[in-house]
Antibody
Framework: EVQLVQSGAEVKKPGESLRISCKAS????????FAWVRQMPGKGLECMGT????????RYSPSFEGQVTMSVDRSISTAYLQWSSLKASDTAIYFC?????????????WGPGTAVTVSS | DIEMTQSPSSLSASVGDRFSITCRAS??????LNWYQQKPGKAPKLLIY???TLQSGVPSRFSGSGSGTDFTLTISSLQPEDFATYYC?????????FGQGTKLEIK
């Protein structure tokens, strides 16, 4: 079964660092792009960027460039999203999703989301 | 970035109704358009890709149409489990932007 398992909810203070994870199973991890998607409380979906585990090619959406870092560990089929200094405005649910292609990119498998709360 | 605009933002409907929402791109995206359904507290679910191709396992009451800049998601006869929020997403060029969502509520 193709599955993405995300790390658990986090509560952090402003200025702290954080890394959340997304572990893939049931398919070839290095063959599909990953996307990270943010959903702020009561709001819609925002694509933060994409990363290709095969060569770590990373594309950040302009709004998130310099704010987060995406990475992968191919040895354990896991993608990461990290912050060096959190802000209250980073409070959101963060989804990872597999980006299946063929001729058309689409997010066909999603993780359950990781809730991040940043509060003093 | 390509901007995606959905309308309406919210809608009330009854079980059995026909339901349609539209999604407009700020520039042509050919047919690189996906539709997702999200229920409260859950991850989104892919319904349709390439504007009109039904994802495996999605009921046939869902359909999509359009190309260029204007797209439509239609549910032919609403079922209780269809009340959710729907998002379009363009996959024509990175960043793969989403529409703001359309919340479908029970009347």
């Amino acid at each position: 079964e193709v599955q993405l398992v995300q790390s658990g909810a986090e509560v952090k203070k402003p200025g702290e660092s954080l890394r959340i994870s997304c572990k893939a199973s049931g398919y070839s991890f290095t063959s599909y792009w990953f996307a990270w998607v943010r959903q702020m409380p009561g709001k819609g979906l925002e694509c933060m960027g994409t990363i290709f585990p095969g060569d770590s090619d990373t594309r950040y959406s302009p709004s998130f460039e310099g704010q987060v870092t995406m990475s992968v560990d191919r040895s354990i089929s896991t993608a990461y999203l990290q912050w060096s200094s959190l802000k209250a405005s980073d409070t959101a649910i963060y989804f990872c999703a597999r980006m299946s292609s063929g001729s058309f990119y689409k997010l066909d498998v999603w993780g359950p989301g990781t809730a991040v709360t940043v509060s003093s | 970035d390509i901007e995606m605009t959905q309308s309406p933002s919210s809608l009330s409907a009854s079980v059995g109704d026909r339901f349609s929402i539209t999604c407009r791109a700020s520039q042509t995206i050919r047919n690189y358009l996906n539709w997702y359904q999200q229920k409260p507290g859950k991850a989104p679910k892919l319904l349709i890709y390439a504007a009109s191709t039904l994802q495996s396992g999605v009921p046939s009451r869902f359909s999509g149409s359009g190309s260029g800049t204007d797209f439509t998601l239609t549910i032919s006869s609403l079922q209780p489990e269809d009340f959710a929020t729907y998002y379009c997403q363009q996959s024509y060029s990175s960043p793969y932007t989403f529409g703001q969502g359309t919340k479908l509520e029970i009347k």
